[in-house]
């Protein structure tokens, strides 16, 4: 029989209270594993972060019980699965602090979500003259859409510096931003130095000339507790898939004015009023901006990932994975030959580093016999590479589930680098 699980009360989710890790791991089928003879070290969480058993089970659930396509039918189980998507919007909505549910729009992932408000707000509101800003710091996803944008309308990319410690250099910020700015597109944390970027701050001052801001929260929503209206961006992107949930579904939160006023972005079923061979109507938001059949599974699993995160707290995540990365900094400072990449005022989930010893894809070929996941090579932020005047770095990236014990088996494994390479 079909279940509905919005609103089901979780068994395996945790209580919200201090963090225990130790128990949390229990959460994940796959920290059990075991690679090349060695227990699973998995510090490859930016790239994408494991799944807890209530996000498998939610899916499969799905599948099991109440799979159907959404606002297509009335019929019982289409009831069900369209219920159960509204819900999961409904979460994501309460999740980022939106303001009304039709706020959150289901894309792909922070970099489909870039690219929607690229094509569709940037190609409305942006001039010949304009200038877009970015930084230094940012991943592919959120420099390469800039730049068509621009050489398709004639506006112009700047680019805010990094300072030697990772951080922005918010004089040049200030001196950059300007009545031409259109709009202001940031990541609030560094994929590649773990830098957490004065979200607030920068709005704040993009908002005083008159320009839109986007932040880039794949590498923070994980991480912290996040608030739209808080932060006082105009749109927000982050991926489910690095946030304990599915691939293949991410969010776009956008202010209603500014989402209401913009053309779709793909067309097709789904996002229309009504359609005549003279004219069509689109649909309001957010189906405006979802055309066609979409990622129901991906939204019923986000949904579970959500409600894991909530009944772990943001706040103890944050708290216990600064305190994690604290011990990281230092472990690693012992290990002969090792350069930590940069050293920002503040920082998350990310630490980088380069070996004398050895490249970082040697690195991290050792640390795998080890059955120590790392990710080794630019992190698609070839321009931080660059500024650091590395090709590649090593990176290792936390998650809730880390552990002290997982940071020990990281330095030894780099030990052994030296011992074969130095
Ligand atoms: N932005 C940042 C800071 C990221 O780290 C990533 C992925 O690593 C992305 C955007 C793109 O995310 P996705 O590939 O899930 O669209």
């Avoid at 009360?9 to 919200?16: E, L, N, V, Y």
């Avoid at 510096?161 to 918010?170: A, C, E, I």
Wanted: aromatic residues 6%.
């Amino acid at each position: 029989m079909a279940v509905h699980v919005a609103n089901e009360k979780r068994r395996d989710t945790p209580a919200a209270g201090p963090l225990d890790p130790a128990r949390l791991r229990a959460d994940f089928p796959i920290l059990a594993a075991t690679v090349r003879g060695n227990p699973l070290v998995y510090l490859d969480n930016a790239a994408t972060t494991q799944k807890p058993r209530a996000v498998i089970d939610a899916i499969a659930r799905y599948y099991t019980e109440y799979n159907a396509n959404v606002h297509r039918g009335v019929h019982y189980l289409s009831q069900i699965a369209t219920q159960a998507y509204d819900e999961a919007r409904r979460k994501a909505a309460a999740f980022l602090g939106a303001t009304v549910d039709c706020e959150v729009i289901f894309t792909r992932g922070a970099t489909e979500s870039i690219n929607l408000v690229a094509h569709s707000y940037g190609r409305q509101r942006v001039l010949p003259g304009d200038e877009i800003l970015i930084t230094g710091m940012e991943h592919h996803s959120n420099i390469v859409p800039w730049q068509i944008l621009c050489k398709e309308t004639g506006a112009t990319l700047r680019v805010v510096p990094v300072d030697d410690d990772g951080n922005l250099v918010m004089e040049e910020f200030d001196r950059l931003l300007n009545e031409h700015t259109r709009l202001v597109a940031v990541t609030h944390v560094s994929n590649a130095l773990g830098t957490v970027n004065p979200i607030r701050d920068i709005a704040a001052r993009a908002h005083a000339v008159g320009a839109a801001v986007l932040v880039d929260g794949a590498q923070s929503a994980p991480h912290m507790p996040v608030n739209v209206r808080e932060l006082g961006c105009d749109f927000f992107v982050c991926s489910g898939h690095k946030m304990y949930g599915p691939t293949g579904i991410g969010l776009l939160y956008g202010r209603a004015e500014l989402l209401d006023a913009m053309p779709p972005y793909q067309s097709g079923g789904d996002m229309i009023l009504s359609v005549t061979f003279e004219k069509t109507i689109y649909g309001r938001l957010p189906s405006k901006f979802e055309a066609g059949t979409p990622h129901i599974e991906g939204a019923v699993g986000l949904a579970a990932a959500l409600d894991y995160l909530n009944a772990v707290g943001l706040g103890a995540i944050a708290a216990y994975e600064r305190s994690l990365l604290r011990y990281a900094e230092s472990a690693l400072r012992v290990v002969p030959g090792l350069r930590l990449m940069g050293a920002p005022r503040k920082r998350a989930g990310v630490i980088a580093f380069t070996m004398d010893a050895a490249h970082p894809h040697d690195i991290s070929q050792v640390l795998d016999e080890a059955g120590v996941a790392i990710r080794a090579g630019h992190h698609c932020a070839q321009p931080v590479m660059q500024r650091f005047g590395v090709p590649a770095s090593a990176r290792a990236s936390f998650a809730l589930y880390n552990t002290r014990e997982d940071v020990d088996a990281l330095v030894q494994a780099l030990h052994e680098v030296n011992r074969i390479f130095a």
